[in-house]
C-alpha cells in the first residue's frame, strides 16, 4: 500500500548527463512537492506543483526542471549535473483543500542521486 | 527565514526524557514534526495547527505557542527506536501548503 514512490531509488549519473527522476502517488493528492537534502542537512524545497500550478523557489538553480503530465506522476529533471547536485532528492505529497494544511505532506523513500 | 532547531543534537540513556524546540521569526500556520534515519525519508510524527490543542500519542507529544511562533517536541520515557534526527517543518502564515524545515536535532538513545 506504498503512497509516495520514487523511482529509482539510487540513481548513477556523470558531471553532466542529463537525469531524470520520478516520483508517482496514489493519494491523489493536487499538491506535490520535490525537495533536495544533502548529508547532515534539512531538506530543501526545490519546487511545488498545486495541480498543474508550477511554483519555483527563488533560489532553485535553472539546472532544476519540473514536469508533472498528470495528477499521479511528477518529474524532476537535473539538466547538467554537478557534483554539487549529489544528494537524496525527496518527493512529498499534501491534499491542499482551504487557505492552510489540515494534514502533512507524505514522503516518499528518496532517491539518492551521485555525480561521478 | 530558517526555524532555529534546538539543540543541535542530544544524547539520551533508554528510559530519559528530552525536549526539541523549534523557533521561528515568522507568523506561523502550522508546524509539523517529522523524524528521519540515516538514509531514509522523513517519517511524520504529529502537526500543530494554530489554534489547535496541545498533541500527543504514546510517549511523544508536541505544543504550539503562538505568541512566541515557538513548537516544542517532548519525548519521554525514551526508546532506543527514538534514535534519529528530529525536524521541524513550519508553516508560514504568508506561504501557504510549503514547509521549511529547521537544521535538525539529532537524537541519540543510548541502552
Known amino acids: 500500500d506504498a503512497m509516495v514512490i520514487q523511482n529509482p531509488r539510487y540513481q548513477v549519473t556523470q558531471f553532466g548527463k542529463p537525469v531524470t527522476l520520478s516520483c508517482s502517488q496514489t493519494?491523489?493528492?493536487?499538491?506535490m512537492y520535490w525537495y533536495q537534502q544533502k548529508s547532515s542537512q534539512a531538506p530543501k524545497l526545490l519546487f511545488h506543483?498545486?495541480?498543474?500550478?508550477?511554483?519555483n523557489e527563488a533560489d532553485t538553480p535553472d539546472n532544476f526542471q519540473s514536469r508533472r503530465p498528470n495528477t499521479s506522476f511528477c518529474f524532476l529533471d537535473i539538466r547538467s549535473p554537478g557534483l554539487g547536485d549529489a544528494a537524496m532528492y525527496l518527493c512529498?505529497?499534501?491534499?491542499?483543500?482551504?487557505?492552510?494544511?489540515?494534514?502533512?505532506?507524505?514522503f516518499g523513500p528518496g532517491t539518492r542521486l551521485t555525480v561521478l | 527565514q530558517q526555524p532555529v532547531q534546538s539543540p543541535q543534537a542530544v544524547i539520551l540513556r533508554e528510559g530519559e526524557d528530552a525536549v526539541i524546540n523549534c523557533s521561528s521569526s515568522?507568523?506561523?500556520?502550522?508546524v509539523h514534526w517529522y523524524r528521519q534515519k540515516h538514509g531514509e525519508a522523513p517519517v511524520f510524527l504529529m502537526i500543530?495547527?494554530?489554534?489547535?490543542e496541545q498533541k500527543g500519542h504514546d510517549k511523544i507529544s508536541a505544543s504550539f505557542n503562538e505568541k512566541k511562533q515557538q513548537s516544542s517536541l517532548y519525548l519521554t520515557a525514551s526508546q532506543l527506536s527514538y534514535s534519529g534526527t528530529y525536524f521541524c517543518?513550519?508553516?508560514?502564515?504568508?506561504?501557504?501548503?510549503?514547509?521549511?524545515f529547521g537544521s535538525g536535532t539529532r537524537l541519540l538513545v543510548r541502552p
Open positions: 512529498a505529497t499534501s491534499d491542499r483543500t482551504g487557505d492552510y494544511s489540515t494534514d502533512t505532506q507524505y
Open positions: 493519494l491523489n493528492h493536487n499538491v
Open positions: 506543483y498545486y495541480d498543474k500550478d508550477f511554483n
Open positions: 515568522k507568523a506561523l500556520y502550522s
Open positions: 500543530l495547527l494554530k489554534g489547535g
Open positions: 517543518g513550519t508553516e508560514r502564515e504568508d506561504s501557504s501548503y510549503k514547509l521549511i
